[in-house]
């Protein structure tokens, strides 16, 4: 057993080889990033130009896409520059900080969900005190608390990562270090540290969706008991479209982080990877402007503006 020091690298073994199949697909993951990319920040410029949209609901959804572009831009340039010029190496720093954002912004986009799911919950079924329960004072500990939650659980599991000894070949079967890949490559007992990550996963995961279904399930009982189709129709378009991206991303982090060591796979856990850290953030501003008439009104007063702009 060889120890880490501070002059070692890991090694990326990526996620696509050099064959035309794993180049084309190379090229369709880069195409979902950039939309990604383009969504997202679309997304973040809308809800701070339009007035309209200065709302709790919106000021939580823009906290989403700066989490879903910052996820992407953490994870996916270092994954193409490894790819294109074939070196894999990375610096202890450097996983580190992919470590730290990768936690901080998976682990604050959980609890930020949550808060979307309270802020529906409030709309649908306390309408009259919305104003008071999600106030901006309200609203911005929230958000505030997201991002704490998720910056204290990524600095610890990054820290502990990286104290670990590491054996001498320190290869990744990963495209970006995440930190159960790192644990496997310890020369030293990760039992305890293993337990932990573990408390923090029922922490991170499982307390916001356990908010989250109870949430729904009382706006589901007040759904039920309303009189008017439209507000019924309203409700129940709003909270689809939140329960869309709330699915697909649960479900992959808790595949990723909660399942037995027995059913682990360096290819299972790539590609469910590249499923939340590319694919779920091009689904949320499509979810969110394709099912959302405001947006979509925000977009095409927009476009329309720039319109102007070009023939003056």
């Keep these: 057993m060889g120890n880490w020091n501070t002059t070692s ?152 990562v990286l104290s670990f000894p590491f054996c001498s070949v320190c290869e990744i079967d990963h495209f970006f270090c995440e930190a159960p890949m790192l644990v496997r490559l310890a020369c030293a007992d990760t039992s305890v540290f293993e337990d932990v990550m573990y408390m923090c996963c029922v922490l991170m995961l499982l307390v916001p969706l356990s908010l989250i279904l109870t949430s729904y399930g009382l706006i589901l009982t007040a759904v039920l008991l309303m009189r008017s189709n439209e507000a019924h129709k309203k409700a129940c378009v709003t909270c689809s479209s939140h329960l869309s991206v709330v699915g697909p991303f649960f479900g992959a982090a808790i595949f990723t982080y909660m399942r037995p060591k027995s059913y682990r796979s360096a290819n299972h856990d790539k590609v469910v990877s590249v499923y939340y850290t590319v694919f779920t953030p091009v689904l949320n501003p499509l979810i969110y402007s394709l099912r959302n008439s405001e947006v979509k009104g925000a977009l095409s007063k927009c476009m329309d503006q720039c319109a102007a702009l070009s023939h003056d």
């Design 9 to 160: 690298e890991f090694i990326l073994l990526g996620l696509f080889n050099h064959t035309g199949a794993h180049l084309f697909l190379f090229v369709m993951v880069l195409m979902m990033a950039f939309t990604s990319l383009v969504g997202n920040a679309l997304m973040l410029l809308l809800i701070l130009l339009d007035p309209w949209l200065h709302r709790p609901m919106y000021f939580l959804l823009s906290q989403l896409s700066l989490m879903d572009l910052m996820l992407v831009c953490t994870i996916v340039p270092k994954m193409a520059a490894d790819y294109l010029t074939d070196r894999k190496p990375i610096s202890p720093a450097g996983c580190g900080l992919q470590i730290f954002f990768f936690l901080t912004l998976g682990g604050g986009e959980c609890f930020l969900l949550a808060a979307m799911s309270y802020d529906r919950y409030v709309a649908v079924c306390h309408p009259l005190r919305y104003s008071v329960l999600m106030s901006r004072q309200s609203c911005l500990r929230m958000i505030l608390g997201s991002w704490f939650l998720g910056a204290a659980d990524g600095l610890m599991q990054a820290a502990a």
